[in-house]
């Protein structure tokens, strides 16, 4: 007999049931971009690999300058000028200074760059220096930025346009990150018809297809569609078999009658393990979690919203297990606009709008009677109401997760 | 002679001078997610069609069981069982029920539903009803969730999967949405060579070809990329115009020094009007706008991390003023690890790593003194320093952009 688990204890089963799948992938630079790192990052060289200057000056030994003012400038003759994009092999003689432009190689010897500003070309082959050279100023070294060795990225980070800069500044152009999966969806139910259908009597659209769909793939997996079934134990059992063979996880949505339900439990058990039948939340609580090897095969309830939740909060951290993705996610604070009661026992939760007004953000609550998914249209983030509080006065401040993309 | 701007006088200046363009595409239901959506989506039927029971039980007259119980139960004749996926196209008697699945339809006269557990069916063709129903008790009823002309989502909208699947509820399986940008990127520099070389002594990799393409990759929009053109004005300016024909927006990145820059000035001139030069900000003060006829060219500063920043705080603003984007952003509050200082005069923006410790979330700034794109590597968000404000105390509360992505 499986009870009803809270999320917590769903989360740690997740953890203790699936591991990291093996298979990993080699890809360029240009689509790394939302990609999950397959290993630790080291620099394999300096960045930079020679010593620049952040100025259009002039670089100097600064015990030359020392003392120097407008009044009574330091006179250096200009023993070279650097030129973007070539080296400097020479050493800076003492006495000297040598011209360079802004990221320029600053040579040997010198160990500070004076702005331009501060300088004069007196025409006769010396420059006047009117400003001091701290040692170090205006000047990146060999490798401030980066060592041999050093590690910049971790395995399991979501590759962002920042890392693909880093990773293009050490010349890591191939990267190996983690297969994409491949999940499967099947939506159950005799009362459903594809979106583009027209509804007869008693029947509603299918919107667990197309929207589980677009989550998934917007996660980055691959995505195989395998439409509507009817409420028959021996074809859902067909489909069940064909997609566990195909994909690296099944996810069935629907079934919100009682009998199909059973009868999910019935093909998991007779493929593989079931883990998990209910979970206390709300919505989402007809939940059912199961393994064949080490592929899971997830039961999401019926309705659209029950599936959206789950799908976000344990389907999601799931499928991030098997790609030893790092899960870490932030929250935005807000003030609910309106009380708002809760079942006690069950973590409760809602989508809501943000608005925002006088530097505060406010969240209203997405409700309404049926709580269908037309309701979550233009939704911009949900929220928690945990499972031993029995609700939210009005302005309390709760944390938002942000599911609206700028 | 152009002065340089604050921040917000740029974001006023993108808004004045571009204009949504005027291109949009159909695309299917599977294409939307994350597209921008180019008109208001009204529904054009009701949303459930029929009235629904949320529970498995019985439909009934709510009068018909006021004032049963346990030890009084209602005792109704069972007028029929309605079928998941089928209409129920007739009226309830009085003092009589129906059958209904989750889900399935709930005939005419029925104003309520009692759940199959405080029911007993007696075998003789009548049910046994022990609790009673209040009127809209365990139903929707017809439009609930949507109905006609109610307008679900917003033109400007980046399509979430919630939307997709309010989008298939009321059988809107193509949308109009905003036709993908195409945005040419260039980086200049006698400096550069393509990440997958080792650089020679003075040179370095291009960083800002690689990372811009990636940004505006998963910010939605088709990059050209043009690769590295060498600090020569005519072969720039050729590049430029190629450019401009091409794309609906032209980004230059590079130019470091003073020549290229003004170069880039006198080409954004010959082709179209110089809008800015300069912004007050750090990093990237040197940063040029200009247009021609509807097209922007953005001369971003060479440096990867200001490049990084400008395009995420003007160019991204830009392009979604050329889509019509909403472009509402939402921050997380955390506490800054460490004292920072700032430049009066300028705002001032950082990279930062997040930890959470005992609930509260806490930024660890990234600087060093190179403040290369390497150190960026695993950043997850950026916080400003506002233009008045002369630094930040250990632990003063800010507002992150979070750049990392679960």
Redesign the interface.
């Known amino acids: 007999m499986l009870y009803v688990k809270t999320p917590e204890e769903v989360l740690a089963m997740i953890d203790s049931e699936f591991a990291p799948l093996e298979g990993t992938e080699v890809v360029s630079?240009?689509d790394?971009?939302?990609r999950i790192l397959a290993e630790d990052?080291a620099?394999r060289e300096y960045?930079?690999?020679?010593d620049r200057s952040t100025v259009?000056g002039f670089a100097v030994r600064a015990s030359d300058t020392f003392g120097c003012s407008d009044a009574i400038p330091a006179i250096l003759p200009l023993q070279a000028t650097?030129?973007?994009?070539?080296?400097?092999?020479f050493i800076l003689n003492e006495g000297e200074c040598v011209a360079v432009?802004?990221?320029?190689?600053v040579p040997k010897g010198a160990d500070g760059v004076v702005m331009l500003e501060y300088t004069e070309d007196y025409g006769d082959g010396t420059i006047g220096i009117a400003k001091p050279a701290a040692p170090g100023m205006n000047m990146?070294f060999r490798g401030?930025?980066?060592y041999p060795g050093k590690v910049?990225?971790?395995k399991g980070?979501?590759l962002?346009?920042?890392?693909?800069?880093?990773?293009?500044?050490?010349?890591q152009?191939r990267v190996k990150v983690a297969k994409r999966l491949t999940v499967g969806v099947i939506s159950t139910?005799?009362?459903?018809v594809p979106?583009?259908?027209?509804?007869?009597?008693?029947?509603?659209?299918?919107?667990?297809?197309?929207?589980?769909?677009?989550?998934l793939?917007?996660f980055g997996c691959n995505v195989i569609n395998y439409g509507i079934v009817i409420?028959d134990e021996a074809l859902l059992a067909e489909k069940v078999s064909k997609a566990i063979s195909q994909c690296d996880a099944v996810l069935l949505s629907g079934g919100?009658?009682?009998g199909v339900k059973d009868a999910a439990c019935r093909i998991i058990e007779s493929v593989g393990q079931l883990l998990l039948h209910g979970i206390a939340i709300k919505p989402g609580k007809p939940t059912i979690l199961g393994k064949t090897g080490e592929k899971p095969i997830v039961g999401l309830p019926?309705h659209?919203v029950a599936a959206?939740f789950i799908t976000k909060l344990f389907v999601?951290p799931l499928l991030?297990r098997l790609t030893g993705?790092?899960?870490?996610?932030?929250?935005?604070?807000a003030r609910v606009t309106e009380s708002i009661s809760a079942n006690h026992g069950r973590a409760q939760y809602h989508?809501c709008r943000?608005t925002r007004k006088d530097g505060q953000?406010y969240a209203k609550p997405i409700r309404?009677?049926?709580g269908?998914?037309?309701?979550?249209?233009?939704?911009?983030?949900y929220f928690c109401i945990d499972r031993d509080c029995e609700g939210l006065p009005q302005n309390a401040e709760i944390q938002?997760i942000?599911?609206?993309?700028?």
């Open positions: 630079l240009r790394a971009m939302g990052i620099a960045v930079p690999d020679f259009d650097v030129l973007m994009g070539e080296g400097a092999d432009p802004t990221g320029g190689a990146i401030d930025d980066v910049i990225l971790k980070r979501v962002s346009s920042a890392d693909i800069g880093a990773l293009a500044a050490i010349g152009v139910g005799d009362e459903l979106p583009e259908v027209q509804p007869g009597p008693g029947q509603v659209r299918d919107v667990n297809s197309p929207m589980l769909e677009a989550m793939t917007a409420d919100s009658s009682v019926g659209p959206y999601q991030g993705r790092d899960m870490t996610a932030y929250t935005v604070t989508c943000l953000l309404g009677k049926s269908l998914i037309t309701t979550l249209a233009g939704a911009d983030g938002v942000i599911t609206s993309g700028v």
